[in-house]
Nanobody, 116 residues
Framework: QVQLVESGGGLVQPGGSLRLSCVGS????????MGWYRQAPGKQRELVAT???????NYGTSVKGRFTISRDNAQKMVSLQMNSLKPEDTAVYYC??????????WGQGTQVTVSS
C-alpha cells in the first residue's frame, strides 16, 4: 500500500522560510504527478503546487514567486521550499500523488504556522 509521509512543518515568523518534504513508498514514484495542497481552518483544501513526471510545475496564485516545488525520484521525495511566508500561509499542508486521478493518495499532513 502506497504511503506518503510529510515532514518539515512548524512555527515560523512572517518573512521566514520553511522546507517541507514528502517521502513516498511503493514503486514507480517517478511516473506520477506529485502535489502539495493546504487547508486552513474553515476553508477548503487548495492547490499549492504540482510537479509532473517530466518536471513541469504549476503553482497556486497566492504562492507564485515565493514557493518552489521540486522532486528527487531516486529518493522518492517531493519538496516544497517556502520563502517570504505570510500569516495567511498558515495551514495544514498535504502531499498528494496523482491529484487529478481517482486513485490519488494523500499524506497525513504537516502543520505550518506563520506567526510572530
Amino acid at each position: 500500500q502506497v504511503q506518503l509521509v510529510e515532514s518539515g512543518g512548524g512555527l515560523v515568523q512572517p518573512g521566514g522560510s520553511l522546507r517541507l518534504s514528502c517521502v513516498g513508498s511503493g514503486s514507480m514514484f517517478s511516473i506520477y504527478t506529485m502535489g502539495w495542497y493546504r487547508q486552513a481552518p474553515g476553508k477548503q483544501r487548495e492547490l499549492v503546487a504540482t510537479i509532473t513526471s517530466g518536471g513541469s510545475t504549476n503553482y497556486g496564485t497566492s504562492v507564485k514567486g515565493r514557493f518552489t516545488i521540486s522532486r528527487d525520484n531516486a529518493q522518492k521525495m517531493v519538496s516544497l521550499q517556502m520563502n517570504s511566508l505570510k500569516p495567511e500561509d498558515t495551514a495544514v499542508y498535504y502531499c498528494c500523488r496523482s491529484p487529478d486521478s481517482p486513485l490519488r493518495v494523500w499524506g497525513q499532513g504537516t502543520q505550518v504556522t506563520v506567526s510572530s
